[in-house]
């Protein structure tokens, strides 16, 4: 006798199933323009960590914000011009000062345990699983540093090529052994191991799908399984398979709930929640979960299930 889940299928036609990746939809925002604990003057980076403690660096206010993933405000603290921001293994903030040319790591509440100088201008920042610290520095390098602030390795010049950089701004690392780079007039995001070597690139100039015009700053889910990419001048996220595969993207310009105006920013948390700092609307939006693709089913297996 037919089970009736077997029966249903069969009634539908369905012998194999395949779905393309949705991109996460929009679940809510918080924050406004201004000084105060819940607003912000100009957020250019955001991170979670495991507990769901959201921390977002306001270059223009100077400071370090920390809220509930809700948004409710929990403490702050300053730092000088901040640019970007990053979580460690070790649990510990490592956050960018553009005009001190230096990372400063601090605890999670804010206490300063060390810091060092960089060659250049740093903004983007990322930190990999084995505590290696990646800095996008503006002078078309990167560079990889250990926890504590020791250089390991850099590599970059100014060009167009393959391991070249132009307006370098982001920097994102998946766990799997693999380093991500935006380029803001180079208008690409290239791939890399974490020893430098050149796998890939993808985008070009322009408005359309896959394309940016100013991308800065890029994230991956946990699984490392997608990259998503703030398109400032479009004013949009952008979702791609780690291989570059375009899959859609988060937003359009505007001030309305999931629109954004030129984001500087994305952290996306374990259950994929994505959280972007949505620069010139002086907020943080939250957009869920990124559905994974269906695996495809073939007949026989269907009828061993479910016989």
């Known amino acids: ?25 929009y679940l809510t925002s918080w924050g406004s323009y201004g000084s105060g604990d819940n607003q912000f003057y100009t957020p250019v980076g955001v991170a979670v960590d495991a507990d769901g403690i959201v921390y977002v660096v306001d270059s223009n206010l100077q400071r370090v914000k920390r809220f509930t993933r809700t948004g409710g405000f929990l403490s702050q603290w300053s730092v000088d011009h901040p640019a970007g921001i990053a979580l460690g293994p070790d649990g510990n903030l490592y956050v960018t000062s553009s005009q001190s040319h230096a990372v400063f790591k601090f605890t999670k509440s804010g206490t300063l345990l060390t810091a060092w100088e960089t060659a250049y201008s740093p903004t983007g920042i990322a930190v990999d699983t084995d505590g290696s610290v990646y800095v996008a520095e503006r002078d078309d390098v990167l560079e990889k540093f250990s926890g504590s602030g020791v250089l390991i390795q850099q590599w970059g010049e100014p060009a167009g090529g393959p391991q070249q950089f132009s307006g370098l701004d982001g920097v994102a690392v998946d766990g799997m052994g693999h380093v991500y780079t935006a380029e803001t007039y180079n208008c690409r995001v290239q791939k890399f191991s974490t020893d430098g070597t050149y796998i ?96 495809s089913v073939s007949w026989a297996a269907l009828k061993r299930r479910y016989r």
Do not use: C, K
């Open 1 to 25: 006798m037919t089970r009736p889940i077997l029966a249903a299928v069969l009634a539908l036609g369905v012998f194999a199933t395949s779905a393309s990746a949705q991109v996460p939809p």
């Open 200 to 295: 890939t690139q993808w985008g070009i100039n322009g408005h359309g799908p896959g394309q940016f015009y100013i991308p800065v700053r890029l994230a991956t889910s946990a699984d490392g399984q997608w990259v998503y990419v703030d398109d400032y001048g479009n004013s949009r996220i952008q979702v791609f398979t780690n291989t570059g595969t375009y899959l859609g993207q988060l937003g359009s310009e505007g001030s309305g709930p999931g629109q954004f105006l030129s984001p500087i920013g994305i952290a996306v948390d374990a259950q994929g929640t994505v959280f972007v700092a949505d620069t010139n609307n002086s907020r943080i939006q939250v957009f869920g979960e990124t559905a994974t693709p269906t695996q």
